[in-house]
T-cell receptor
Framework: GENVEQHPSTLSVQEGDSAVIKCTYSDSASNYFPWYKQELGKGPQLIIDIRSNVGEKKDQRIAVTLNKTAKHFSLHITETQPEDSAVYFCAAKLGRNDMRFGAGTRLTVKP | DTAVSQTPKYLVTQMGNDKSIKCEQNLGHDTMYWYKQDSKKFLKIMFSYNNKELIINETVPNRFSPKSPDKAHLNLHINSLELGDSAVYFC???????????????FGAGTRLSVL
């Protein structure tokens, strides 16, 4: 079964609003949590990541927060733009070579 | 130059056929992966190879056989194709460092397989 749960599956926001995507993981040994963006017809691409020894990380309009105790992590996109429209995946590293992905969130930013 | 390239981009075939998808990475990474993405966009790991050795083999039918002739290549061969094999298959690579948490995976553009 899935080790990473992701919500919501679809998200529609107005341009300029914020978008938040949430994930939970089950393996307490997970120590690395990347977020990937997949545009139409392309492969997923890393946009931000966080390690388990950090609670928050920010890169311009995107930020990721991690609550290790609750095994939750979230992606926050502020001042959304139409080009942010894509499918976003969270992931959690299980073992040295093993990454498990959430089911994806289709984000639509309406101009 | 494309970092992770996979061919073909599209593959349309009949049920029962055997087909292969090729993947090459020029990043010097030691680990390569195959993922299957179904129509609902769910991205599921199938295999992982580290230095040509199979590390992860998820519950995948044995009709799927990965082959890694060297660190830069991981090909996927599929025998007796079935309708349910229709999906987008992604190859990825990463460099895994012992003792470091980070594992950035670089994905190819995908191969859309349609089994008729």
């Amino acid at each position: 079964g899935e080790n990473v749960e992701q919500h919501p599956s679809t998200l529609s926001v107005q341009e300029g609003d914020s978008a938040v995507i949430k994930c939970t993981y089950s393996d307490s040994a997970s120590n690395y949590f990347p977020w990937y963006k997949q545009e139409l017809g392309k492969g997923p691409q890393l946009i931000i990541d966080i390690r388990s020894n950090v609670g928050e990380k920010k890169d311009q309009r995107i930020a990721v927060t991690l609550n290790k105790t609750a095994k939750h992590f979230s992606l926050h996109i502020t001042e959304t733009q139409p080009e942010d429209s894509a499918v976003y995946f969270c992931a959690a590293k299980l073992g040295r070579n093993d990454m498990r992905f959430g089911a994806g969130t289709r984000l639509t930013v309406k101009p | 130059d494309t970092a992770v390239s996979q061919t073909p981009k599209y593959l349309v075939t009949q049920m029962g056929n055997d087909k292969s998808i090729k993947c090459e990475q020029n990043l010097g990474h030691d680990t390569m992966y195959w993922y299957k993405q179904d129509s609902k966009k769910f991205l599921k790991i199938m295999f992982s190879y580290n230095n040509k050795e199979l590390i992860i083999n998820e519950t995948v039918p044995n009709r799927f056989s990965p082959k890694s002739p060297d660190k830069a290549h991981l090909n996927l061969h599929i025998n007796s194709l079935e309708l349910g094999d229709s999906a987008v298959y992604f190859c990825a690579s990463s460099q895994v460092y012992s003792g470091l948490a980070k594992n950035i995976q670089y994905f190819g553009a995908g191969t859309r397989l349609s089994v008729l």
